[in-house]
């Protein structure tokens, strides 16, 4: 079982959560839960609460993996079989948000993430439908290897230019 760090979280360090956190278990503070029940903080530990919006909330566990898109979290799900020309992967995904308890899957397997081995590093994107992510993802790799493709492309252009 793990907690992620909560980007809504009041403490930008464990040093100053945890001087806040014991400050507060010392002066009888409690936490709050998702569900409504209100927990003594002397019952839990640093890393199971985050301080935001002024009080103390009890972290939700988050069991999945998380991918990030284009700077968007996503749980990935099944790999679709798809075999394309182009050697992209297709996974059909689901959006992750936060709130002050924690992480959580906002939508279930509502967008398509494209995936692309380089040996510069993995590329990602994402959209509602295959042909969305394939495109995003098009885009992605020609921003970054534009040189590249413009001068095999135009390679005979360059040489009846250069005669």
């Known amino acids: 079982m793990s907690v992620l760090k909560n980007s809504l979280a009041t403490h930008k360090t464990i040093e100053t959560k945890c001087e806040d956190f014991y400050r507060a278990c010392d002066a009888g503070g409690v936490a709050y839960a998702s569900d409504g029940r209100v927990v003594p903080l002397a019952k839990l530990e640093p890393w199971q609460v985050e301080f935001i919006g002024g009080a103390w909330r009890v972290q939700n566990p988050f069991m999945s993996e998380i991918q990030i898109v284009r700077d968007r979290m996503f749980v990935l799900g099944e790999k679709l079989p798809l075999k394309e020309k182009n050697h992209f992967e297709f996974y059909r995904a689901s959006l992750v948000s936060e709130n002050c308890y924690g ?3 906002m939508s279930s397997n509502q967008y398509i993430v494209a995936k692309y081995a380089t ?3 993995t590329y990602w994107a994402y959209g509602p439908t295959i042909e969305q992510a394939r495109a995003f993802l098009g885009i992605k790799l020609y921003d970054e290897y534009m040189d590249l493709i413009h001068s095999v492309a135009c390679k005979n ?7």
């Not at 252009?157 to 005669?163: A, I, M, V």
Request: hydrophobic share 10%; glycine share 8%.
């Open 103 to 105: 992480k959580y899957i």
């Open 157 to 163: 252009t360059q040489n009846k230019k250069q005669k």
């Open 119 to 121: 040996d510069k590093g």
